[in-house]
C-alpha cells in the first residue's frame, strides 16, 4: 500500500479479516432484509457488488450515504454540479429500499441509485472493478473503513461532505488514534457542518490542511415534492378547519403530542391533528395511542378519508411529507422531545411552515440555531408547551406570519451557500478539468 496514506494499522488489518470471514453471514442478514422489502434480486446483488446497471460512458461522480435524508439531501447538490459540469454522470449509492425509492423519484438528470458493496474484500472489489468511479464524496458520518482505503488506493480522489459525527463516535475513534488517522488521511477533503467537527476530525487525525468548516447540506435541499392532487383532496376533505402538524414523531413523544392536542380542542374543538410517525410501520401502536387517549382518528394507508369527527389523521406513508407541510404552517418537528437528535427543520421551513422543537435536537444544534434565535423556530419541553406554543400562533395570525418569514429568511441564507460548494468540490477533486488516473 502507498506510504502516502500510512501504513495499515493492526486493528485495520484484523477489521478486514474480520468483515472478509463474517462477510456470509453479513450477506445473509442483509439479504433477508431486502426480500422482506421486495427488492428485486438483481438489486439484492449490487451489496455483492454485482451492478445492476452498465457503468455510463465519460466522467463518474460517486455519492455515497447512509439512507433517506442523507441521500435526498444531496440531490440538489448533483442538480447544481450536473449543470456546472456538463459532461459529468452520477452514482448514488445507499442502504435502504427506502431510500432508494426516494431517490427513484426524484434523481436528477444523468443519476443512477445502487446499493453500495459489503465492506469486505469481494464485494469492494467487484464494486471498484464496475464503475471505477473519478471521484467519491461520502455524505455525513459514512465511514466504512474497507471501502474507503480501496478506493484511495485506486488514485480515486475521497471527500466527506457535510460532516457530522456524535460524541460517542468521537470517543471511540480518539481511542484508537493511529487508525482512524491512517483512515482519515485517504480523505482528500473534510466539509463540515460546524467548527466543532473540523475541531474534532483534526484531533482524530485528519490533515488540518485538508478540513474545511462548511454549512448543513440539508439545509440547500430542494423543498420536498408536492403532490398536488393529494392536497387538493385533503384540503376538500379539512375544509376551513384549524390544522395543526405533528412530523417525525418517535416513540415516547406521541403520547405528549396528543396531550397537547386534547388541551387545544377545549379552545378549537374543530381543531385538526395531521400525526406523521417517523416510521410507518409504527401505525398500530400509534393508533392505539389515539384510541387511549379517546380521540377519534383516520388512517391514510388505509385509504380512510377526514370526515367532520375526525380529530387525527395518521399520515402513514413515505414520499408524501411535503404534501402533508404544503397544507399547514405550523409544524412540531419530532425526535426532539426525546433525546433523538431532531430531524431537519428546513423542510418544514421551505414548505412556507414556523418551526416548534423539543430541546433534544442535538444533531441539528448548527440548523436551529438561528431559526430559534430569529424567532422561525420556537423550543418547548412538554405536552403542555407545546399546547400554548401552537395556541400563540393559531390564535395570532401576525405573530405566525413573522415567524414563517422569518423561517423562510434563514432558509434563504443558507441556499446562498450551495454554488460555493459545488465549486469547492470541483476545485478540489479536480472536477474541473481532465484527469489522469494513476
Known amino acids: 500500500m502507498s506510504d502516502q496514506f500510512g501504513r495499515p494499522t493492526l486493528l485495520y488489518k484484523l477489521y478486514c479479516g474480520f468483515t472478509s470471514v463474517a462477510a456470509p453471514l453479513a450477506w445473509r442478514t442483509v439479504r433477508t432484509k431486502l426480500e422482506a422489502a421486495e427488492v428485486p434480486v438483481p438489486r439484492q446483488q449490487e451489496r455483492l457488488g454485482h451492478a445492476s446497471q452498465p457503468r455510463p460512458n465519460g466522467r463518474l461522480i460517486w455519492f455515497h450515504a447512509a439512507s433517506v435524508g442523507e441521500s435526498l439531501s444531496v440531490l440538489s447538490l448533483i442538480k447544481r454540479m450536473g449543470e456546472k459540469i456538463e459532461d459529468a454522470q452520477f ?35 467487484r464494486f471498484l472493478d464496475h464503475w471505477q468511479p473519478d471521484a467519491g464524496i461520502f455524505v455525513e458520518s459514512e465511514i466504512w473503513p474497507r471501502l474507503i482505503v480501496e478506493t484511495a488506493r485506486r ?19 480518539k481511542k484508537r488514534p493511529e487508525t482512524a488517522g491512517f483512515i482519515l488521511k485517504h480523505f482528500h477533503l473534510f466539509l463540515t457542518q460546524n467548527d466543532r467537527t473540523a475541531a474534532n476530525l483534526i484531533e482524530m487525525g485528519a490533515p488540518a490542511d485538508r478540513v474545511k468548516p462548511g454549512t448543513n447540506l440539508k439545509a440547500m435541499s430542494d423543498p420536498l415534492p408536492v403532490d398536488h392532487d393529494t392536497l387538493a383532496s385533503i384540503r376538500a376533505q379539512i375544509g376551513d378547519r384549524p390544522i395543526w402538524v405533528a412530523s417525525s414523531t418517535h416513540a415516547g413523544e406521541e403520547e405528549s403530542v396528543l396531550a397537547a392536542h386534547a388541551e387545544l380542542l377545549k379552545r378549537w374543538p374543530e381543531l385538526l391533528l395531521l400525526l406523521i410517525p ?20 383516520a388512517l391514510r394507508s388505509a385509504g380512510q378519508t377526514i370526515s367532520p369527527e375526525t380529530q387525527v389523521y395518521v399520515a402513514d406513508t413515505l414520499g408524501e411529507t411535503g404534501t402533508w407541510y404544503a397544507l399547514c404552517p405550523i409544524v412540531f418537528l419530532g425526535g426532539s422531545l426525546k433525546e433523538i437528535g431532531g430531524h431537519n427543520p428546513f423542510e418544514p421551513a421551505q414548505a412556507g411552515a414556523a418551526v416548534i422543537t423539543g430541546p433534544g435536537y442535538f444533531n441539528f444544534a448548527e440548523t436551529f440555531a438561528p431559526l430559534v434565535v430569529s424567532g422561525g423556530a420556537v423550543e418547548v419541553t412538554s405536552g403542555l408547551e407545546l399546547a400554548r406554543a401552537v395556541a400563540q400562533w393559531l390564535s395570532d395570525q401576525s405573530a405566525l406570519a413573522a415567524a414563517q418569514a422569518a423561517a423562510q429568511s434563514c432558509v434563504n441564507t443558507q441556499k446562498s451557500t450551495l454554488d460555493a460548494v459545488v465549486d469547492t468540490l470541483c476545485k478540489e477533486l479536480s472536477l474541473d478539468k481532465p484527469r489522469t488516473r494513476s
Not at 155 to 173: H, I, M, Q
Open 278 to 297: 417517523r416510521h410507518p410501520e409504527r401505525r398500530s401502536e400509534v393508533t392505539s395511542l389515539i384510541k387511549a387517549a379517546g380521540q377519534t382518528l
Open 155 to 173: 488514485g480515486t480522489p475521497l471527500t466527506l461532505l457535510n460532516a457530522r459525527l456524535s460524541e460517542r463516535s468521537v470517543a471511540g475513534w
Open 91 to 125: 452514482l448514488i449509492t445507499s442502504g435502504t429500499p427506502t431510500s432508494a425509492a426516494l431517490i427513484q423519484q426524484r434523481q436528477p438528470p444523468r443519476t443512477r441509485h445502487q446499493y453500495p458493496p459489503l465492506d469486505s474484500a469481494g464485494p469492494v472489489g
